[in-house]
């Protein structure tokens, strides 16, 4: 068996056109979903970046025990299982320097090997002891990405990251294509902020922006009266720009598979970590705000052999060779990758392997059947903030009780930055307080608890099916009831601490 998972970070499905909305044409992404099934109802389940890479590992919720941070050592993850179970040989390609920052420790020595794209957003790369050369800029943008630009040609493909990490996966292929029991991770950080790429990408989407200043990286937190519309329209095209540029490239890794003749004894995953706001809600970003249907409501297509089309399609064709409405999630990867390569899941992953909805009789299942084959409800938000949950129809978020802490169980916290950090550390309590531990002893830190930007004083319920945009609440005491029931019983379900309960009065 031979299996590809391909991610593109920050990828918000709400702008494809395999999802309905053709606002930024993807004709390579939607060449896979030719070629296989598209997943409607697939979730996020621990945001933002590393927990979400975590959770792909160990195919468990994160975001209940741990915020952003590192492999631990009672972790039992995709590569290594892989490997001791069925001796496949697993490698990464990647361009996420978050990898090889503090709390982003142990992930690329899972796999048997990995290659590292330099250069993105502000990664510690390329020296420059004097001030780099810095336009009159609004927003995010840092010295290093300043200092790493003087470095590159930005009219020039290959002197961005992405494109190299396609370049280093079609490598793969022609040397390993023939060889069979693989796992290749292929991750590029695109369309992720900052939003560059090479003019002509940009000049596809008419963008008018007077050059007032640069504008390419927006601050974490709600849209200004000064930026306006005007720069809203600016940063969607150029994420838009962005997201053209790895399809390109995606569209090159694609031709090397037909060269290769690999569609036939290969599998491919395609998704995303979270998505991303381009100004909807009246925010940018991630992180801050409620978890609106954007951020959590993710892509998922996979390819498997037997549901390839008869030929490669056309760029322009949207062929689909099937849709699956089951309730999904990113807890979900992980036991489908093990099954496709026929190894034994370890007793404590929270998600199902998604195989049996990809039989041809169960994409033709309708939407309350396939609820019954998979998941009735499932957990999505971030370490200490909101606890979100969707049946597919309605989300819930359960947001933190005034004064409560959430509980940070690791055995590798980092390195104190601030303070803050290092009182809390101080504080820390030592023992076995997680049930999957394999009995290593642990942290145990209280973290301070915190609601969304703006939150309400009511929890928010939303009836998604008549209002996807989450703009009208739905205030119903019986309802609410019922959904916190399924949450904590979901809770229950996934071994979330005790802490969890008591924060969010369950």
Same mark, same amino acid.
């Given at each position: 068996m031979k299996t590809i998972f391909i991610m593109m970070d920050s990828l918000n499905r709400h702008y494809l056109n395999l999802y309905g909305d053709n606002r930024i044409p993807?004709?390579?992404?939607?060449?896979?979903? =030719?070629? !296989?099934?598209? /997943?409607?109802n697939h979730y996020s389940g621990s945001l933002p970046c590393m927990p979400a890479r975590r959770e792909l590992m160990t195919g468990r919720y994160n975001f209940l025990e741990a915020p952003w941070g590192p492999i631990e050592p009672w972790d039992d993850c995709l590569p290594v299982e892989l490997r001791t179970q069925k001796k496949t040989y697993s490698h990464l390609i990647t361009d996420h320097y978050h990898y090889f920052h503090d709390r982003g420790? !142990?992930?690329?020595?899972?796999?048997?090997? #990995?290659?590292?794209? *330099? !250069?993105?957003e502000a990664d510690a790369w390329h020296p420059l002891v004097a001030e780099p050369d810095t336009p009159n800029f609004r927003g995010r943008n840092r *010295? %290093?990405? #300043?200092a790493n630009r003087q470095f590159m040609n930005s009219e020039r493909d290959e002197d961005y990251s992405t494109p190299r990490c396609f370049m280093r996966a079609m490598e793969f292929l022609d040397k390993n294509g023939k060889e069979d029991n693989w796992h290749l991770h292929l991750e590029v950080f695109d369309p992720h902020e900052p939003f560059d790429a090479p003019k002509k990408y940009l000049q596809k989407f008419n963008d008018t922006w007077d050059n007032r200043y640069l504008f390419n990286w927006p601050e974490y937190q709600a849209v200004s009266k000064e930026e306006g519309p005007q720069a809203i329209a600016h940063i969607r095209s150029q994420y838009a720009a962005a997201l053209t540029m790895a399809d390109t490239w995606l569209g090159k890794f694609i031709d090397k598979m037909d060269e290769l003749d690999l569609w036939k004894d290969t599998c491919v995953i395609f998704s995303t970590d979270h998505g991303h706001l381009l100004g909807e809600h009246g925010y940018w970003a991630k992180n801050y705000m409620f978890d609106y249907q954007e951020l959590a409501h993710i892509p998922l297509i996979i390819h498997l052999p037997q549901t390839a089309a008869q030929s490669a399609p056309q760029a322009h064709q949207t062929k689909i060779a099937g849709r699956v409405t089951a309730l999904t999630a990113a807890i979900d990867i992980m036991p489908t990758i093990m099954e496709m390569h026929g190894a034994v899941l370890p007793k404590d992953v929270h998600g199902k392997s998604l195989l049996h909805l990809l039989e041809k009789d169960a994409a033709r299942h309708d939407v309350s059947h396939q609820d019954a084959l998979h998941h009735d409800a499932v957990l999505y938000g971030y370490f200490g903030k909101d606890i979100n949950m969707t049946d597919g129809r309605y989300t819930y978020c359960r947001q933190p009780l005034e004064n409560s802490v959430a509980h940070h169980y690791t055995l590798m916290p980092g390195v104190p930055k601030i303070r803050e950090q290092l009182e809390r550390l101080q504080k820390a309590k030592t023992g076995r307080f997680l049930k999957h531990c394999h009995d290593i002893p642990h942290l145990d830190i209280e973290v301070p608890s915190h609601r969304h930007a703006d939150a309400p004083d009511f929890n928010p319920i939303y009836d998604v099916s008549v209002d996807p945009r989450q703009e009208?609440?739905?205030?119903?005491? =019986?309802?609410? %009831?019922?959904? =916190? =029931?399924?949450?904590?019983?979901?809770? $229950? *379900?996934?071994?979330?601490?005790?802490? %969890? /309960? $008591?924060? $969010? !009065?369950?």
């Amino acid at each position: 068996m031979k299996t590809i998972f391909i991610m593109m970070d920050s990828l918000n499905r709400h702008y494809l056109n395999l999802y309905g909305d053709n606002r930024i044409p993807t004709p390579n992404i939607d060449r896979i979903a =030719a070629k !296989g099934v598209i /997943f409607d109802n697939h979730y996020s389940g621990s945001l933002p970046c590393m927990p979400a890479r975590r959770e792909l590992m160990t195919g468990r919720y994160n975001f209940l025990e741990a915020p952003w941070g590192p492999i631990e050592p009672w972790d039992d993850c995709l590569p290594v299982e892989l490997r001791t179970q069925k001796k496949t040989y697993s490698h990464l390609i990647t361009d996420h320097y978050h990898y090889f920052h503090d709390r982003g420790d !142990g992930y690329q020595n899972l796999f048997n090997s #990995w290659e590292f794209e *330099r !250069g993105q957003e502000a990664d510690a790369w390329h020296p420059l002891v004097a001030e780099p050369d810095t336009p009159n800029f609004r927003g995010r943008n840092r *010295r %290093q990405y #300043w200092a790493n630009r003087q470095f590159m040609n930005s009219e020039r493909d290959e002197d961005y990251s992405t494109p190299r990490c396609f370049m280093r996966a079609m490598e793969f292929l022609d040397k390993n294509g023939k060889e069979d029991n693989w796992h290749l991770h292929l991750e590029v950080f695109d369309p992720h902020e900052p939003f560059d790429a090479p003019k002509k990408y940009l000049q596809k989407f008419n963008d008018t922006w007077d050059n007032r200043y640069l504008f390419n990286w927006p601050e974490y937190q709600a849209v200004s009266k000064e930026e306006g519309p005007q720069a809203i329209a600016h940063i969607r095209s150029q994420y838009a720009a962005a997201l053209t540029m790895a399809d390109t490239w995606l569209g090159k890794f694609i031709d090397k598979m037909d060269e290769l003749d690999l569609w036939k004894d290969t599998c491919v995953i395609f998704s995303t970590d979270h998505g991303h706001l381009l100004g909807e809600h009246g925010y940018w970003a991630k992180n801050y705000m409620f978890d609106y249907q954007e951020l959590a409501h993710i892509p998922l297509i996979i390819h498997l052999p037997q549901t390839a089309a008869q030929s490669a399609p056309q760029a322009h064709q949207t062929k689909i060779a099937g849709r699956v409405t089951a309730l999904t999630a990113a807890i979900d990867i992980m036991p489908t990758i093990m099954e496709m390569h026929g190894a034994v899941l370890p007793k404590d992953v929270h998600g199902k392997s998604l195989l049996h909805l990809l039989e041809k009789d169960a994409a033709r299942h309708d939407v309350s059947h396939q609820d019954a084959l998979h998941h009735d409800a499932v957990l999505y938000g971030y370490f200490g903030k909101d606890i979100n949950m969707t049946d597919g129809r309605y989300t819930y978020c359960r947001q933190p009780l005034e004064n409560s802490v959430a509980h940070h169980y690791t055995l590798m916290p980092g390195v104190p930055k601030i303070r803050e950090q290092l009182e809390r550390l101080q504080k820390a309590k030592t023992g076995r307080f997680l049930k999957h531990c394999h009995d290593i002893p642990h942290l145990d830190i209280e973290v301070p608890s915190h609601r969304h930007a703006d939150a309400p004083d009511f929890n928010p319920i939303y009836d998604v099916s008549v209002d996807p945009r989450q703009e009208k609440p739905i205030h119903d005491n =019986a309802l609410e %009831q019922k959904l =916190a =029931a399924k949450m904590k019983e979901l809770m $229950v *379900r996934y071994d979330a601490p005790v802490s %969890q /309960f $008591v924060r $969010v !009065g369950l």
